[in-house]
Structures are given as C-alpha cells and as structure tokens.
C-alpha cells in the first residue's frame, strides 16, 4: 500500500519505490529505500511530514503516493 495510507505514528517497512528513474533517485537521496523504516509524523492535505533515517522530511501526496510499504 502507498505511505499515503499509512496510520500516523505507525512504523513501517518500505518495499519498494516507484516513478520515473528521476524520482527513484531524488527519493533514495532523501534516504527512502527499500528496508528502511519510515513513520508518519503528521498529514494535512494529503501532504506528509516522514521521519526517515532519523530525520523528518516534508513529502507532497503525490511522492508520498510512490512510496509503497
């Protein structure tokens, strides 16, 4: 499922990226790569604040939707 989805506070495993190979990479450089743990700190409008790697990153819907757990 997509990490739009995911219950905030909840730790979650992320399986895979998908989206262009420009996104891919744009998203591994933030520290989103398969096997990591993410956990949503808060979502308003469908746009995410993401703690990844011990640090918090602010995503659109839109990437958050190409972020599958």
Request: hydrophobic share 40%.
């Given at each position: 499922m997509?990490?739009?989805l995911a219950a905030?506070?909840?730790e979650n495993i992320i399986k895979r990226i998908?989206?262009?190979a420009e996104v891919r990479a744009h998203l591994q450089n933030l520290g989103f790569v398969s096997g990591a743990?993410?956990?949503?700190?808060s979502s308003m409008?469908?746009?995410l604040i993401v703690n990844v790697?011990?640090?918090r990153i602010a995503i659109s819907k839109?990437?958050?939707q190409k972020i599958f757990i």
């Open positions: 997509p990490l739009t905030l506070g909840e998908g989206g262009s743990i993410v956990t949503v700190v409008s469908g746009n790697k011990n640090a839109e990437m958050a």
